[in-house]
């Protein structure tokens, strides 16, 4: 049995994973003092590769072990492949028996769904919020009338032809960076049609209708014009099902079985929730005042 413990700062302790490792029967317990968001931990590393056919993996929790769901199908599916076991102390988790991994499979299959209704909540706020005229991301620092004002002063010249005021000196009175000010200076103007959109000779993305330089293929769709973040997302997308698939074929009718009550069950609680928040919307439309 090898133990492995992780911390995210080095303010915090670790005796508390330690001890329980210990009292777990760990022969050697590795050690890390680093965020779980890092892709190489140097002490999770070298207890991978000490690791060995037979042997048992033991960690308090699954987060110690795994950055993302992601991740951790990753991982497990690494373990299983070296015939290697895991064993969670605080979630009760042990590959050992059959019903540890269940209990994993649910887990993490659960997890996964979950993940998967946030991002397809989040999507459809997005898309709500674009159909409204409403878009995210940083305000500019660049005004249209901060623009015209910069323009006028970039084209004054002395009587000798020369430019009267450099980039510099119209930066700062405008209060951005020079950089900012020469990527705005060329650019359209404001007034013109923005790329991407309806007015405008550039390509638009046949998924978010931003603009694109390039065709691009696409998972699903095919060839065509997409601009990298959606063919990046697609390709998430299809990733994630083929993991979730490849889990799903691995499961024993059993497993199967109890992971569709638990599915069917989280589904029921997220439609009561999509269903009070529509409630909720319809009634700020009627102007009612609606306290959360």
């Known amino acids: 049995m090898i133990g492995y413990a992780r911390v995210s700062t080095r303010d915090q302790h670790d005796e508390s ?3 329980l490792l210990e009292a777990a029967g760990c022969e050697r317990i590795f050690t890390d003092k680093v965020s779980g968001k890092l892709a190489s931990r140097p002490q999770w590393d070298k207890c991978l590769d000490y690791l060995r056919p037979g042997d048992t993996l033991v960690v308090t929790r ?3 072990i795994a950055r993302s769901v992601r991740n951790l199908t990753e991982v497990t599916a690494w373990l299983a492949d070296r015939e290697i076991d895991l064993v969670v102390l605080k979630q009760h988790i042990d590959t050992r ?3 540890g991994r269940l209990t994993f499979h649910i887990l993490g299959a659960v997890d996964e769904f979950t993940a998967d209704l946030i991002s397809e909540g989040t999507v459809e706020g997005l898309e709500a919020a674009r159909a409204r005229g409403r878009k995210g991301g940083r305000p500019a620092k660049i005004t249209a009338a901060k623009l015209a004002t910069a323009r006028k002063l ?3 010249t002395d009587d000798d032809g020369k430019r009267a005021h450099t980039v510099a000196e119209i930066a700062e009175v ?5 950089a900012t000010l020469y990527r705005h200076l060329t650019a359209p103007t404001l007034a013109e049609p923005s790329v991407g959109s309806p007015d405008s000779d550039k390509p638009q993305c046949a998924e978010c209708g931003k603009g694109t330089k390039a065709r691009r ?3 699903v769709r095919g060839e065509g014009w997409f601009c990298a973040t959606c063919v990046s997302k697609a390709k998430d997308r299809q990733y994630k099902a083929e993991a979730h698939k490849r889990k799903l074929d691995r499961m024993t009718p059993e497993e199967r079985a ?4 638990y599915r069917a069950a989280a589904e029921q609680d997220a439609q009561r929730k999509r269903a009070g928040w ?3 919307r319809a009634m700020q439309a009627d102007g009612k005042s609606v306290r959360l």
């Not at 109890?258 to 009550?261: E, L």
């Open 62 to 64: 699954l987060s110690r």
């Open 17 to 19: 994973q330690v001890d």
């Open 97 to 99: 028996t059959p019903a």
């Open 154 to 156: 970039y084209a004054e």
């Open 258 to 261: 109890q992971y569709d009550k």
């Open 174 to 178: 405008i209060g951005v960076s020079r």
């Open 217 to 219: 293929e696409h998972p």
């Open 278 to 280: 529509e409630a909720l």
